[in-house]
């Protein structure tokens, strides 16, 4: 019996999904430039005045967006300004790391309005882990605003459609967790999941140091190793969403043994734990790399070793990531950005130096701007991002006209 191959047929996209990220680009102009005229958001955009006026209907039917009569009048009728209703409600940001839990609270147009971190132990209970979760976010909400949705970034693998954390490394027993599902459940508002370094990667791009680039690259340095690539505004994931996982590729063929089951993973050789490893068997008394970094400074040998070795495995590592994807910019954050002030500047060096010529020319490797914000501030952008993506499915319909304050109010707020 003649069986018919399979054949995998590229999906084009969708009337809606262009929407969405046409919407998107309007919300980010809107964000950068506000207050803001349709016909400047035309200009700065590049989409048609139909276009945007379409989709400043739409953003005004669920009440995202005030407008003010501008005081200046040139030819014809006083433009409207457009800026985001920041009392139309609240979004919730979150990191779970392995030593705490961090909850940033923003209006629509992703402006912090409120921090709170506090400790966490995975190692702990499942559900007490999530306990802990809630509360944080419990804790944020401002009960005075309606809540649009929340965003989480976790240490990966984890499966960001679903909604689920598979098994991230020294996460006690956070296995095949469905953590968006509890969220949503308690919460009674979408929730949405990513691995922390893609969100931070969001959050760079979004808000941070990668705010004027389509294409970019964050590699986060701390307790482990992990990287987000942005390719055309969007995360890229891969087959099994395993890009990202610079930590697990190979710099050092007959180095360490890694917890992934290879040998040589940049991982083992210039996360926080195995630089302190390395300290504490070469006989230093440093306790984090800023102790480490204070003692090269001064003088010791074996400290400006370690962090020249750490320095060659990295290099290593982001010339294979330049050669490999091509980023416009590099980000680097993390503790290890933060402990030692000179790594993106030396690695920014040593990268030109090995990387194509005309690559080398062009590619720009910088610190995040954003800090400890940025898983945070990712998971926040996430969460706009894909209430953007449905908007009649994720917000009610507020039973209001869209808000017009006058030039009078304007001023007296301004």
């Not at 979760?133 to 605003?145: F, G, P, Y």
Request: hydrophobic share 40%; net charge neutral.
């Amino acid at each position: 019996m003649n069986q018919r191959k399979e054949r995998t047929i590229r999906q084009g996209r969708n009337l809606p999904e262009v929407r969405a990220d046409n919407l998107s680009v309007v919300v980010e102009a809107i964000q950068k430039l506000q207050p803001i005229s349709r016909s400047e958001l035309a200009d700065a955009t590049g989409l048609t005045a139909a276009s945007i006026t379409h989709m400043v209907n739409e953003l005004e039917a669920f009440n995202l967006l005030v407008e003010t009569p501008s005081s200046v009048r040139n030819i014809g009728r006083r433009p409207t300004l457009l800026t985001f209703n920041q009392n139309r409600g609240q979004v919730i940001g979150v990191e779970v790391s392995r030593s705490g839990v961090q909850a940033i609270r923003s209006d629509f147009g992703g402006r912090t309005l409120a921090r709170l971190e506090r400790p966490f132990q995975p190692s702990a209970s499942v559900e007490k882990g999530l306990g802990v979760v809630r509360e944080v976010i419990a804790d944020i909400i401002d009960v005075q605003l309606s809540l649009l949705g929340i965003g989480v970034g976790v240490p990966g693998p984890v499966d960001s459609t679903a909604g689920v954390v598979i098994e991230p490394p020294n996460f006690g027993g956070w296995r095949n967790v469905a953590l968006t599902a509890s969220l949503s459940e308690h919460f009674g508002v979408p929730c949405w999941l990513d691995d922390d370094a893609k969100a931070a990667a969001f959050g760079e791009r979004w808000y941070g140091a990668g705010r004027n680039e389509e294409t970019l690259l964050y590699i986060s340095l701390r307790s482990g190793v992990g990287a987000g690539l942005i390719l055309g505004d969007r995360v890229y994931r891969g087959a099994h969403e395993l890009a990202g996982e610079i930590g697990h590729t190979t710099i050092h063929v007959d180095g360490p043994l890694c917890e992934c089951g290879n040998r040589g993973c940049l991982e083992t050789l210039v996360s926080v734990p195995a630089i302190m490893q390395e300290a504490r068997r070469l006989g230093l008394s440093a306790q984090n790399p800023a102790e480490l970094h204070q003692l090269a400074l001064e003088g010791n040998l074996v400290a400006q070793n370690i962090k020249e070795r750490v320095y060659l495995y990295l290099s290593a590592a982001l010339v294979n990531a330049v050669n490999h994807y091509d980023p416009a910019v590099i980000v680097l954050g993390g503790q290890l950005v933060r402990s030692w002030p000179e790594l993106t500047d030396t690695l920014a060096v040593k990268v030109k130096g090995r990387s194509f010529g005309y690559l080398s020319k062009d590619i720009r490797i910088i610190a995040s701007t954003l800090g400890t914000d940025a898983v945070a501030l990712g998971a926040v952008a996430i969460a706009i991002h894909n209430i953007l993506r449905d908007l009649s499915g994720t917000l009610s319909t507020p039973a209001v006209e869209p808000l017009v304050v006058s030039t009078a109010v304007a001023q007296a707020q301004s």
